[in-house]
């Protein structure tokens, strides 16, 4: 069934599953080249410090590592500051003193605007990627806005900001319609419209992320989010263990596996995986270390009930 508004637990969740592909969008050039994880034809160069970012978040689910990376990153390119602000709202999703959140999201308006200004400047260099990141901006400029001001408000904000996502990224497109980078950003974002918006269709998003995206870990990962939302689990299990086998060890993969099998009703089998992603705690955000014990605790509980 389609979820027509936005609460905040859902606009929580669709930023953060957004958000592999949004700090995931386009790389440019910088003085120590890396490869391109997204491109085998004409790949783009990018610094050491944005690769060893990128492979942090998304290979090795480490945000201490990747905030590191950052620091070192160039302040002016666009991947980077959109790192910084999800690493920003992730801790700001954490923190429970007022005056400390509201410096948080102060912060995180700062970046989206810093995104923008970046984006602006790269248009010219290259308007496929800085499409892209004017569509990221917009979806930050949304996100600051429900955050601040709530879900009555907030959620006219996000839906106008989301015409402007889809304007720029239909203007990337009008560059290069099978770009893997692209079709993984408009891929993310087409499922999770489809699911959340009316009048909107995830198919497209599904077939982007099957046939079109890059790199192939994080499209599988995309489709594996996607499925469970629309409680497709059997397709969702298939498409997790296919992102797992590419980047083992991850242990947002491993939680996202133990949500689906609980959603399976498979609560034993669920277990290992949910004790798999707390050995490596460390690496991840408060908020969502909490997440997952509690989720944790419940399947405890559910499997004491039913012995």
Known sequence: MVKQ???????????RLLGTAIVAASLWGGAVFAKDPFRTANPRDISA????????????????????????ADPKEPLALAMKASLTYTNLLSEKDKAKQAAMLTEFQGYAGQTRSAAQSLLAKDPLRGNLYLAVSHFLD?????????????????????????????????QAPDDPELNLLRGYIDVYSGIYLPFSDSTKGIDRLKKFAGPSYLAERGLAMGYLEMEKYDQAIA?????????????ELAYLKA??????????ASIPY???????????????????????????????KSS
């Open 5 to 15: 508004r936005f609460s905040r637990p859902t606009l929580t969740r669709f930023s």
């Open 49 to 72: 410090e944005t690769q060893a970012a990128f492979e942090a978040f998304f290979k090795e689910g480490n945000y201490p590592a990747a905030a590191q990376a950052l620091a070192k």
């Open 142 to 174: 949304g996100m600051y806005a429900f955050t601040k001001e709530g879900s009555l408000k907030g959620t006219t904000k996000v839906l106008g900001e989301l015409q402007q996502i889809i304007k720029y990224l239909n203007a990337a497109e009008a």
């Open 239 to 251: 498409a997790v263990d296919r992102a797992i086998a590419q980047t083992p060890g991850n242990p």
């Open 259 to 268: 949500k689906i099998l609980i959603k399976q009703k498979q609560d034993q």
């Open 274 to 304: 949910l004790e798999q992603a707390l050995k490596k705690e460390a690496q991840l955000p408060v908020g969502l270390v909490k997440e997952i014990k509690y989720v944790h605790r419940k399947a405890k509980e559910r499997l004491a």
